[in-house]
């Protein structure tokens, strides 16, 4: 079955870019989404399609997908944007999620 | 405004049956493919089933094909999940989420609930 790979746990600094990466088997040629989960809150979509952001959700998240790596950029990093981060594409009619990042922003 | 509320959720022992529902607003139900994700405490998210708009086309994860059924009431704007012979690995919180298109398995969820607690234990 297919994978993605996430790091358990990214740290940033305020004011600094947070860069969390997700990995599969030629996840380039998929699309890929990103989901915001904070303690005790439901996931929000914040990245869909490799690069496209929801209304809504501030400029400063970003993504980028190519070869077996996808990537979310979070600039000019919030206290608020602490939280976990999904990656999540599909594969075979079965939709994969990484194992999630926990963003710390210290 | 995009509502999507789960209902449903409880106690259930090893073996047994639970359906879940969730009930939207805010949109035209029909239109939009509906989703189950699911969360075990402490845990990631973890995909469990999807349905098109119209019902005709249904995906569901390895690990409950054959157990839990997706489905849904256009007349009534709810979806549903019923979930047979539970075992104590389905224990979660279960969210239903509405995805970006009609067409299931495709795209992202661009909506979710607040979810619904199960857990099966004796």
């Known amino acids: 079955s297919y994978e993605l790979t996430q790091p358990p746990s990214v740290s940033v600094s305020p004011g600094q870019t947070a860069t969390i990466t997700c990995s599969g088997d030629k996840l380039g040629d998929k699309y890929v989404c990103w989901y915001q989960q904070k303690p005790g809150q439901s996931p929000v979509l914040v990245i869909y399609?490799?690069?496209k952001r929801p209304s809504g959700i501030p400029e400063r998240f970003s993504g980028s997908n190519s070869g077996n790596t996808a990537t979310l950029t979070i600039s000019v990093t919030q206290a608020m944007d602490e939280a976990d981060y999904y990656c999540?594409?599909?594969?075979?009619?079965?939709?994969?999620f990484g194992g999630g990042t926990k963003l710390t922003v210290l | 405004e995009v509502q999507l509320v789960e209902s449903g959720g409880g106690l259930v022992q090893p073996g047994g049956s639970l359906r879940l529902s969730c009930a939207a607003s805010?949109?035209?139900?029909?239109?939009?493919?509906m989703t189950w994700v699911r969360q075990a405490p402490g845990k990631g998210l973890e995909w469990v089933s999807a349905i098109s708009g119209g019902g005709g086309s249904t995906y569901y994860a390895d690990s409950v094909k054959g157990r839990f059924t997706i489905s849904r009431d256009n007349s009534k704007n709810t979806l549903y999940l019923e979930m047979n012979s539970l075992r104590a690995e389905d224990a979660a919180a279960y969210y239903c989420g509405r995805d970006d298109s009609s067409i299931a398995a495709a795209g992202p969820v661009e909506y979710w609930g607040q979810g619904t607690l199960v857990t099966v234990s004796s």
């Open positions: 399609q490799d690069t």
């Open positions: 805010g949109f035209t139900f029909s239109s939009y493919a």
């Open positions: 999540q594409a599909w594969d075979s009619l079965t939709a994969v």
